[in-house]
């Protein structure tokens, strides 16, 4: 446990120095106590023989004062420690979750991370310097005492080797029902966790069904929870029995055995309070450590979380990674892929090429692969067969920081930070100057949406932007992508109906990202105004490129291209009927 907690941290110095002066603390006190042994032997006599234990008095004492330098060192250490270790594990995680595949982060993986970064770095972290600190005190001053007392009387150590034992046979059991309990009440957890999540989401539902207080699976999760967490303590509550009555029966035998060994007169009284003061040092931090316990498993359970996060395989890095390209050139050659657990391929042998200067419209039915050639562009993922270039250079060859700087991704839901329009924007280009940001916002129509705001660029969005609508967001989105001066642009056209204004800013801010002669546009188009502006359509069904050309090409077939923009062009018309 203390070997994998040391590996966790990258910079494990801060540790090791507070552990060592804490190990340093016990071993001291429990060879302070064997100094008892010469001093009572010299005082509980008929004649006391002061002069015998003076040196050993004056050891004790600086040997107290050490003592007390080092607890005044370590407080100050440890307070600092929880932070920086926290803050230490915490850059070594974002650090190794910047190397994953963005395809890695589906909602479980994310909640996992977040559940990782903050609390179970956090609890470790605290962990680590309040309870591996007394568990290395509850350790080695019993076994400092134990070799002391080899020293006064061999019978009384080897009896105090028995306890332990017996201690340690019991403490095994005890961590072993208790991890078991701390994974059952994890998983209740998580299963009240999801409930709640579904609670917060379906509140119109619930409310219009009339069950707001909670629904029959929310109500079950809770008295899963509640369930859990009572039989794991009424399990835990056998082995701490146990484990009490092993120590308290020790310090019984302890006694007995003592009084023995005066009677006997193996020893005198002086040794005899020793040995007694020793036991009573040995025993004491043991009958700590079972209150330790459950905290040391749930910190085994925390660190197996992190280690589980880190030791997700990163993307393969190139070896020797190209860190620019020419052109913003994008090429699929007979690519293959099938997503990990899939149980078939997303796309086969797909080849297509989208040219800088021009805007590509990805169309067909749901599920035929569209998602997924912007995925394998921006590499969220590997191909199984073929390759994906970019500028001519396979994206596994591209410095990965590279490919992103080319790359802006307009998502249909599009997410925004809790901030102000400005900052939104910043993230693109975080020094960008003003007239930077204006024409950025002007070329995506951002500029009438941020003129009617009540605060202008000084406007928070709301949590992940729900001030603004869709079609606002989707703005914002295309203003970054100008903002960040990215060649090659993927975007996901929202497929639900927006207001006519939104629809029109929306068409004319993809056409002004597809007007500059170096950038690649590639857009899951759905709106029959897309298709049309498109330059050059690829149509997938299936996983396979069945059609390719421009739209007035296209259109004189009877393909799936076809077939799209007549099924449009019927909605229209309904629409158009429905507002007359
Ligand atoms: N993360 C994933 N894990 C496993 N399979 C996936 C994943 N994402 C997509 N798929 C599967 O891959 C295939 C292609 O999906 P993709 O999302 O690329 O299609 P699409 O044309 O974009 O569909 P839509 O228009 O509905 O978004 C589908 O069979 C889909 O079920």
Request: charged share 20%.
């Amino acid at each position: 446990m203390i070997r994998r907690l040391y590996r966790l941290w990258p910079e494990p110095q801060l540790l090791g120095r507070l552990w060592l002066l804490t190990a340093t603390q016990a071993v001291l006190q429990g060879l302070l106590l064997g100094l008892l042994v010469p001093i009572l032997d010299a005082v509980v006599r008929p004649e006391p023989d002061l002069a015998a234990a003076t040196p050993w008095l004056w050891l004790g004492a600086a040997g107290a004062v050490v003592h007390a330098v080092l607890s005044i060192v370590a407080t100050p250490v440890g307070f600092r420690a929880a932070g920086t270790l926290a803050a230490q594990l915490r850059r070594r995680l974002m650090r190794h979750v910047s190397t994953l595949p963005l395809g890695w982060f589906t909602a479980e993986h994310k909640a996992r991370l977040a559940r990782g970064v903050t609390a179970d770095v956090g609890d470790a972290a605290q962990l680590a310097v309040t309870v591996a600190g007394p568990a290395i005190t509850s350790t080695l001053l019993p076994a400092t005492v134990v070799v002391v007392t080899f020293a006064v009387d061999w019978r009384m150590a080897l009896l105090l080797c028995a306890i332990a034992l017996a201690a340690l046979w019991a403490l095994l059991r005890a961590a072993r029902i208790a991890e078991i309990a701390e994974v059952e009440l994890e998983r209740a957890a998580v299963g009240v966790a999801g409930r709640a999540i579904e609670l917060g989401q379906a509140q119109p539902v619930l409310r219009a069904a009339g069950l707001a207080d909670g629904t029959p699976r929310m109500r079950a999760a809770l008295a899963d929870h509640r369930d859990t967490y009572r039989d794991g303590m009424r399990r835990a509550r056998r082995p701490f029995f146990v484990y009490t009555g092993v120590v308290n029966a020790g310090f019984v035998a302890v006694l007995a055995l003592a009084a023995g060994l005066v009677l006997d007169e193996r020893i005198g009284i002086a040794a005899a309070i020793a040995l007694l003061v020793l036991a009573a040092r040995f025993l004491e931090p043991l009958g700590n450590l079972i209150e330790l316990i459950g905290a040391l498993r749930a910190m085994t359970n925390k660190i197996g979380r992190i280690e589980g996060l880190l030791a997700v395989p990163a993307l393969p890095a190139p070896s020797a990674p190209v860190r620019t390209i020419e052109t913003a050139d994008v090429e699929f050659d007979r690519v293959g892929f099938a997503y990990p657990g899939g149980d078939r391929p997303a796309l086969s042998d797909v080849s297509l090429r989208c040219r800088p200067g021009t805007t590509t419209a990805l169309v067909g039915p749901s599920g035929s692969g569209k998602t997924t050639v912007t995925r394998l562009i921006a590499r969220f993922f590997d191909v199984d067969a073929g390759r994906v270039r970019v500028g001519g250079v396979d994206v596994r060859d591209l410095d990965p920081e590279a490919l992103m700087d080319e790359i802006a991704i307009v998502f249909q839901d599009v997410y925004l930070f809790d901030d102000t329009v400005e900052n939104n924007l910043r993230l693109a280009r975080p020094n960008a100057t003003w007239a930077e940001l204006a024409d950025a916002a002007a070329a995506a129509r951002l500029d009438e949406v941020v003129e009617r705001l009540p605060g202008g660029w000084q406007t928070r969005v709301g949590e992940a932007g729900a001030q603004l609508s869709g079609g606002e967001r989707q703005r914002v989105a295309i203003a970054r992508a100008m903002l960040k001066r990215a060649r090659i642009v993927l975007v996901d056209e929202a497929s639900s109906a927006l207001d006519p204004e939104n629809e029109a800013a929306v068409t004319q801010a993809i056409a002004n990202l597809g007007a500059d002669p170096g950038r690649t546009v590639i857009v899951i188009a759905h709106r029959p105004a897309t298709l049309a502006a498109a330059d050059h359509v690829v149509a997938l069904d299936d996983g396979r490129v069945v059609e390719a050309g421009t739209p007035a090409q296209l259109l004189g077939t009877d393909g799936v291209f076809a077939r799209i923009s007549r099924q449009n062009e019927r909605t229209r018309h309904w629409r158009i009927a429905a507002r007359g």
